[in-house]
């Protein structure tokens, strides 16, 4: 399988607290994208940053790609109740998923 | 507004019957893509489509179809539904071939197989 790992598989922070959210891979890539999905609904497309960036914003979001190590990080900064959802990141062409990290803000 | 829409929202069929899912998208979009949704798996691929008359298998294709007339619909068909198609199945479109836009997602069928 082709399948990335989330790490971690689950997530529960405080209201206002930073979460932080890991995904490796094994193959190169041209891009990695970040998905979230609230329960019951689905995917929303948040971010995608390219194998030549290191670091890109939007909002409270911040992602990281070490293409060296294969791996990506999604951080949300000040989180709030409203974030509580499952995250996924993707790459290849088409998308490749991997199983998620559930992050539960708690109010 | 443009927008993908996935019909029904939840089914119950029974083992051995043909059912079609339907996926409509108004972005005009070339690709389109179906994944299944199942705890401990993420989502899979099972189909896509990078245009009219285009298609092709992903990771978990067997015992399903698709068939791309035009450029809005991609239904998906299981040929003799089985248990372990018991699913959540989630329709994709987007904009280029290539990873350089993000995918739209429809809000999903639940699939009940019994």
């Known amino acids: 399988s082709q399948q990335g790992e989330e790490d971690p598989q689950a997530l529960s922070i405080q209201e206002g607290e930073n979460a932080t959210m890991n995904c490796s891979y094994k193959t190169s890539i041209n891009n990695l994208q970040w998905y979230r999905q609230n329960s019951g609904r689905g995917l929303v497309h948040l971010i995608l940053?390219?194998?030549?960036?290191r670091e890109k914003h939007s909002g409270r979001l911040r992602v990281t790609l070490d293409t060296s190590k294969k791996s990506s990080s999604l951080l949300i900064t000040a989180s709030r109740a409203a974030d509580t959802a499952s995250y996924f990141c993707?790459?290849?062409?088409?998308?490749?998923f991997g199983k998620g990290t559930r992050l539960s803000v708690i109010a | 507004d443009a927008e993908i829409t996935q019909s029904p929202r939840h089914k119950i069929t029974e083992t051995g019957r043909q059912v079609t899912l339907a996926c409509h998208q108004t972005?005009?979009?070339?690709?389109m893509f179906w994944y299944r949704q199942d705890l401990g798996h993420g989502l899979r691929l099972i189909h896509y489509s990078y245009g009219v008359h285009d298609t092709n298998k992903g990771e978990v294709s067997d015992g399903y179809s698709v068939s791309r007339s035009n450029t809005e619909d991609l239904p998906l068909t299981l040929e003799s539904a089985a248990s372990s198609q018991t699913s959540v199945y989630f329709c994709?479109?987007?904009?280029?071939?290539?990873?350089?836009?993000?995918?739209?997602f429809g809000s999903g069928t639940r699939l009940t197989v019994v």
């Open positions: 972005w005009n979009h070339n690709n």
């Open positions: 940053i390219r194998s030549n960036e």
């Open positions: 994709a479109s987007s904009e280029s071939v290539g990873t350089v836009y993000g995918y739209t």
């Open positions: 993707a790459r290849n062409t088409p998308l490749v």
